[in-house]
């Protein structure tokens, strides 16, 4: 079974992270290195490879390989960096996160899966993460600031304090925004002193979400 997983790993960055511009040799290996299955439970590992969404509750779950890959590739972390992962669901992404950065604070409110979380942490010895069972969307601003932040999972709005977590110089905060009900857009924040630039990144097909959307007022 490890040595089929491990063939599916290969196969997904061949097929799925190479020809969609997913060229850097070292987010690649990290890709086809961690072993996702070990994350799961029987049921979803044995899929965790293809090319979609893998749902984790009913409202959330990991977005297919090639987005997490592009979030890691935008996200441009150094050695050096502090990040905030907002939605650690059962590991997987946090640890690929805390492979490339110096130190990861990871933020999960639902109380099953930050079991699940705590558990596949330590049994893969992962030393630079810490845990924090919380609200998703009010980030850490006791721990701040981060050079980086990534919020796991669509949302509607991003709010003004989030982004004043960020470093002064060169912070970045990566989200979706929810468009409709299957389409997001994943935008990169860039904080430089008190101005905000916002980029564009790409399309994601996903029907997840972390926040209720806001109805209009009607009379």
Do not use: W
């Amino acid at each position: 079974m490890t040595e089929t997983f491990e063939i599916a790993r290969k196969n997904m960055v061949i097929n799925q992270l190479r020809p969609n511009k997913i060229n850097e040799e070292k987010i690649l290996k990290i890709f086809e290195n961690i072993p996702k299955e070990n994350f799961l439970d029987m049921s979803l590992g044995k899929n965790c490879y293809l090319d979609k969404n893998l749902d984790i509750t009913e409202k959330r779950g990991y977005l297919k390989n090639l987005h997490l890959a592009q979030i890691i590739k935008y996200s441009e972390i150094s050695s050096n960096d502090k990040v905030l992962h907002l939605g650690g669901l059962t590991g997987y992404f946090s640890t690929i996160i805390s492979s490339l950065s110096k130190e990861l604070l990871v933020v999960e409110e639902n109380k099953e899966l930050f079991k699940l979380l705590e558990q596949n942490v330590k049994k893969n010895n992962t030393v630079n993460i810490n845990l924090f069972n919380k609200n998703l969307l009010e980030g850490l601003s006791e721990k701040s600031p981060f050079d980086l932040i990534i919020i796991d999972g669509p949302i509607y709005e991003i709010n003004d304090n989030l982004k004043k977590q960020l470093v002064n110089n060169n912070g970045r905060l990566i989200y979706i925004k929810k468009i409709y009900d299957n389409l997001g857009k994943a935008y990169k924040i860039i904080r430089n002193e008190d101005l905000y630039s916002s980029e564009y990144l790409f399309d994601v097909m996903s029907s997840y979400q972390i926040q209720e959307k806001q109805e209009d007022f009607k009379f």
